[in-house]
């Protein structure tokens, strides 16, 4: 087996979700401005538009990387945006993330709601886990948005 190419942590300028056998759920570029946290606690990542944006207290996408890496994109109920692709993702899927260092391959592990602001207190997912992989968005079922976030756990190849 030949070992993978080492990646230097950076910027991760684009994504894809793709399915086990590599159907494209989604292909898109990310927001090429780092996401803060907002609102008068400090407690809300809303990306400006409708790209997903990388997170910028999250880790930088590497080989190397020793943190989780954050990803977050819009899901609204009246209207179509990138990361509406969440709700189909399933374990055993895959998270394609191209940087200007390389491209970094992650296997979805986990799927599935997380009440809102959970991901921004005190959550196990916070702790830094190397090439770990978190997309979020707001969650939304049967056309009506609900208190959750939707959330994709995923693992660096």
Avoid at 17 to 22: E, I, K, N
Avoid at 55 to 66: D, I, M, R, V, Y
Avoid at 69 to 95: E, I
Wanted: net charge negative; with cysteine; glycine share 10%.
């Amino acid at each position: 087996m030949i070992p993978p190419v080492p990646v230097t942590a950076a910027q991760p300028g684009w994504i894809e979700l793709r399915s086990a056998d590599s159907v494209t759920y989604m292909s898109n570029e990310i927001n090429p401005d780092g996401l803060y946290r907002g609102g008068e606690s400090g407690q809300v990542l809303n990306p400006v538009d409708e790209r997903p944006a990388w997170w910028a207290e999250s880790g930088l996408p590497g080989t190397e990387t020793q943190q989780t890496v954050v990803v977050v994109g819009h899901n609204y109920s009246t209207r179509d945006a990138p990361f509406k692709a969440l709700s189909v993702m399933q374990p055993g899927d895959q998270v394609v993330l191209s940087t200007p260092s390389g491209v970094l391959q992650y296997s979805v592990e986990t799927v599935g709601p997380l009440p809102k602001g959970s991901l921004l207190g005190d959550n196990e997912l916070r702790r830094s886990v190397p090439g770990r992989l978190i997309l979020a968005n707001c969650d939304v079922r049967d056309g009506e948005p609900t208190d959750d976030n939707y959330i994709v756990v995923a693992q660096l190849q």
